[in-house]
T-cell receptor, first 113, second 114 residues
Framework: DAGVTQSPTHLIKTRGQQVTLRCSPK?????VSWYQQALGQGPQFIFQ???????QRGNFPDRFSGHQFPNYSSELNVNALLLGDSALYLC????????????FGSGTQLSVL | SQQGEEDPQALSIQEGENATMNCSYK?????LQWYRQNSGRGLVHLIL?????REKHSGRLRVTLDTSKKSSSLLITASRAADTASYFC??????????????FGKGTKLTVNP
């Protein structure tokens, strides 16, 4: 049973570029949440997707957008990258919108130069 | 903003000793969870305690919750080198009506020396 998978594992971009990160949830899970973790900090909630809709959004600008597909996989898009967007981006899956016992992927390390 | 604050920020102990880390939070919660993160990669869920519970055990883990003080503690008994990791508490944002997101603290970095 595959857990949460994220791709790519590492990514280097320059300021102003756009990036797309991908996530496949754990088998049987239909809800995907995205978190940003800066170095030395705890993860910060970006948004959650359920039934292909954004259910809740954290305090992130509109440059951060997402999508969920019918197979429950998800993408995180960040436009007009800033140096401050450099972070580990974590995807977490759960069942039916619950935030209990999230299963996390290994993350995508994004570096913006 | 981060609701939870773990204390201490870093903890170094010898194998076999117990490790205690604390978490404080600011608003009403439905539940509190503890997660472990190895080497800056994915987080692993350890234990969940609900607001109407005071103590919970899972293997070598013991979690307490004091809602009057808005605080929780995680005790790892008989620590092992493999317990070396960062530990985070996470709460739901019940006061904001948000059950979808978790609010994490900054974490406690635990080092267990062989």
């Amino acid at each position: 049973d595959a857990g949460v998978t994220q791709s790519p594992t590492h990514l280097i971009k320059t300021r102003g570029q756009q990036v797309t990160l991908r996530c496949s949830p754990k088998s049987g899970h239909d809800t995907v949440s995205w978190y940003q973790q800066a170095l030395g900090q705890g993860p910060q909630f970006i948004f959650q997707y359920y039934e292909e809709e954004e259910r809740q959004r954290g305090n992130f600008p509109d440059r951060f957008s997402g999508h969920q597909f019918p197979n429950y996989s998800s993408e995180l898009n960040v436009n007009a990258l800033l140096l401050g967007d450099s972070a580990l981006y974590l995807c977490a899956s759960s069942s039916t919108g619950f935030n209990e016992k999230l299963f996390f992927g290994s993350g995508t390390q994004l570096s913006v130069l | 903003s981060q609701q939870g604050e773990e204390d201490p920020q870093a903890l170094s102990i010898q194998e076999g000793e117990n490790a205690t880390m604390n978490c404080s939070y600011k608003t009403s919660i439905n539940n509190l969870q503890w997660y472990r993160q190895n080497s800056g990669r994915g987080l692993v869920h350890l234990i969940l305690i609900r607001s109407n519970e005071r103590e919970k055990h899972s293997g070598r883990l013991r979690v307490t919750l004091d809602t009057s003080k808005k605080s929780s503690s995680l005790l790892i008994t008989a620590s092992r080198a493999a317990d070396t990791a960062s530990y985070f508490c996470a709460t739901d944002d019940w006061a904001q009506g948000g059950s979808e997101k978790l609010v994490f603290g900054k974490g406690t970095k635990l080092t267990v020396n062989p």
